[in-house]
């Protein structure tokens, strides 16, 4: 698996990580995760990415791999949805939630401390930039960044304030490869990508009731890429399509599955989309998305 530099932190990431978000919704409360998350690290994957709202997430990856460490690159994000009462970006509130993070994670520090979805005001008041820069102080995660898109997400970005940014790209979802990707490269800020295979809104016909899938499902239909129709072919486009674009260091994709992992390793070991088919689903998107097409967190 290619290991890339996550902007200018040092740290050496594969290419492809593991976002846990299915892992807290998908399986039920305390049910063990151990295969997934093990059997990830032990084919070679060093990123695992998760949040304090992804529900009991962070509580099983403290139980499956606390032990392992060391092995790999721990991202966990504050903020949004916190699951305490009160306002999710109260400085007191955030504080107790990082807190709350280590002990769920089993550790006492984290490598990438993210604010989570931070409306642009909120996050150009500054108030939550300090709540996460106290936290890098006092050795509770080594470096900060912001997980958005949109203009929050370049805002992040021009501050200076962050080692990385979190951002959707996809097929579906092309806004942040010109809006943010080219400044977070020329900045050396780190881009971990999230939802990089579009939900696989291809895999059914059937419009899915959920709003985090719909979208990405009615903007597949309208761009009518001309692979779309077999699952296979899509999920290796998708894959390699995100893998290509500039400054990407890992994408994160979640899977409740054990295996999961080593089958999309194997789709970007055939290399980089080839540069015909990568400017195709360009165009494509240049020719048909929508003004209101913009980044889904």
């Known amino acids: 698996m290619e290991h890339r530099e996550l902007g200018k932190t040092g740290i050496e990431v594969t ?4 976002g846990t978000s299915e892992i807290g919704y998908m399986l039920p409360q305390g049910e063990d995760c151990s295969a997934v998350l093990n059997s990830a690290l032990d084919d070679g994957l060093n990123v695992i990415d998760t949040a304090e709202c992804y529900m009991d997430s962070e509580t099983k990856i403290g139980k499956a791999i606390g032990h392992r460490r060391d092995e790999f690159a721990l991202f966990t994000k504050t903020g949004h949805a916190a699951g305490l009462e009160g306002d999710d970006w109260t400085p007191a509130m955030m504080t107790a939630g990082i807190e709350r993070s280590l002990r769920e994670l089993r550790t006492d520090r984290v490598d990438l401390l993210q604010l989570h979805s931070c409306p642009l005001e909120t996050l150009q008041q500054g108030d939550v930039i300090e709540v996460v820069k106290r936290a890098q102080e006092r050795g509770q995660t080594r470096f900060v960044g912001y997980s958005g898109d949109g203009e929050a997400a370049r805002w992040a970005v021009e501050s200076g304030h962050f080692d990385a940014i979190q951002i959707s790209v996809s097929v579906c979802d092309q806004e942040a490869i010109d809006l943010v990707l080219p400044l977070a490269a020329e900045q050396g800020v780190g881009v971990i990508v999230k939802r990089p295979v579009a939900n696989a809104v ?12 719909r979208p990405y499902f009615d903007r597949l239909r309208e761009l009518d890429y001309e692979w779309a129709g077999d699952p296979t072919r899509a999920l290796d486009t998708a894959l390699r399509f995100t893998a290509s674009c500039r400054g990407v260091s890992t994408m994160i994709v979640g899977t409740t599955r054990p295996g999961r992992w080593r089958e999309n390793a194997a789709v970007l070991a055939r290399g980089p989309l ?7 689903v360009r165009s494509r998107w240049l020719e048909r998305a929508g003004p209101d097409w913009v980044g889904l967190t």
């Open 15 to 18: 290419v492809l990580g593991m």
């Open 202 to 213: 291809w895999a059914s016909d059937t419009p899915p009731e959920s709003p985090y899938r």
């Open 274 to 280: 080839p540069a015909a088919e990568f400017d195709a």
